[in-house]
């Protein structure tokens, strides 16, 4: 199955959360109990530099499990260190037995900030 393809905007400078469930051609969540994930924000697909890396359980992905929820929270420094512009992105997962699976992908747009604290 190919990655579903996810475009957001994201507010310079604001916490940014994006909830996902898994599930499977039934419709029926999948249970990612064991498993990791991880995401990554770069300038462009072959630029060596993650912008933003966001990994579970305690760095910023928390999954639960029998759900196939995974809650993707980016914290108001990290989007606020990203500049006006568009970015690519991907969010995979790991089984913990060495499947990798990728489940979005796409761009996320940033939106300047006006107001500066």
Do not use: C, H, W
């Not at 530099?49 to 639960?64: C, E, K």
């Amino acid at each position: 199955m190919s990655a579903a393809i996810y475009n957001a905007t994201i507010d310079q400078g604001a916490t940014f959360t994006l909830e996902v469930t898994y599930k499977n051609s039934a419709g029926a969540p999948i249970n990612l109990t064991g498993y990791t994930a991880a995401l990554q924000v770069r300038q462009n697909y072959y630029d060596d530099t993650a912008l933003v890396s966001l990994t579970s359980p305690s760095n910023g992905i928390v999954i639960t499990g029998a759900t196939g929820t995974i809650n993707i929270t980016m914290s108001s420094a990290q989007t606020g260190s990203l500049d006006e512009g568009i970015y690519v992105y991907d969010l995979e997962i790991n089984s913990g037995g060495g499947t990798i699976t990728r489940l979005i992908q796409g761009q996320f747009t940033v939106s300047p900030e006006v107001t500066r604290v």
